[in-house]
């Protein structure tokens, strides 16, 4: 029952703040500059819920730089705007200043990248920090590779990170 633990009042408040905002959010389709047609309506609202679904995912599923998990972010469902409709967008949370190691198969992928973002304006990060593509990745004759993501320089495959360093993505397009 609500009051018999003492922070009820502050998470009821919390909620009720999030729920006003998320109402108040819904005038983005109504601006003026937003098309008129009733598919647009309905669009723009479903573009809404799934940018709030992606919002709730970097701040409350995969948010933990000291044991990020590379989870799924764009895909030709959840867009952001400028990402590639033909790439698979996994990434997570990372500190600047740990260290990290990636390892998997490269795979038939047409095109592969992995880029550290740092921290910015947008939940997805701000300016990149520094990247390894395609055939800049060194990978072994069985397709494996290891990819090491620190502010202190490693052999091989290593991407540097600052102390603003956020977030690690990969970008992986599908063959044709």
Request: charged share 25%; hydrophobic share 30%.
């Amino acid at each position: 029952m609500f009051g018999d633990n003492h922070n009820d009042a502050q998470l009821k408040d919390s909620w009720d703040n999030f729920c006003d905002q998320l109402k108040k959010s819904g005038d983005l389709v109504f601006r003026d500059t937003t098309p008129t047609h009733d598919i647009d309506r309905a669009k723009g609202f479903r573009l809404l819920a799934r940018n709030i679904s992606l919002a709730l995912q970097f701040h409350l599923e995969n948010n933990d730089p000291d044991f990020p998990e590379l989870l799924h972010y764009f895909d030709p469902i959840r867009k952001q705007g400028g990402d590639n409709t033909d790439a698979l967008y996994v990434g997570a949370p990372i500190n600047g200043e740990h260290t990290y190691k990636i390892s998997g198969q490269r795979g038939s992928a047409r095109y592969f990248a992995v880029t550290v973002l740092e921290d910015g304006a947008t939940p997805w990060g701000g300016g990149v920090v520094g990247s390894l593509i395609d055939r800049d990745i060194a990978v072994k004759g069985d397709g494996s590779f290891e990819i090491v993501v620190s502010p202190q320089e490693h052999s091989g495959n290593w991407i540097k990170t600052t102390p603003g360093s956020c977030l690690l993505y990969t970008s992986p397009s599908p063959r044709d």
